[in-house]
């Protein structure tokens, strides 16, 4: 999914860890209880705004 847009996509519950998330657009995603694994390629404000919109964030 590395540099796709997911504008609308529901994520809810999906579990992304060990995915490839490079440059991916996740601004307007459903992300309840979504799982992602390595964030070291998010930024602090992507972070926090998954973290508020009840994404699982591992670190």
Known sequence: M???SLYGVDLSSADLRGAILI???LI???V???RFGQ???FSR???RDLR???AILEE
């Open 2 to 4: 590395s540099g796709a």
């Open 23 to 25: 440059d991916t657009d």
């Open 28 to 30: 307007g995603a459903r």
């Open 32 to 34: 309840e209880r979504t």
């Open 39 to 41: 964030t070291a390629d």
């Open 45 to 47: 404000d992507l972070r």
């Open 52 to 54: 508020q919109r009840g």
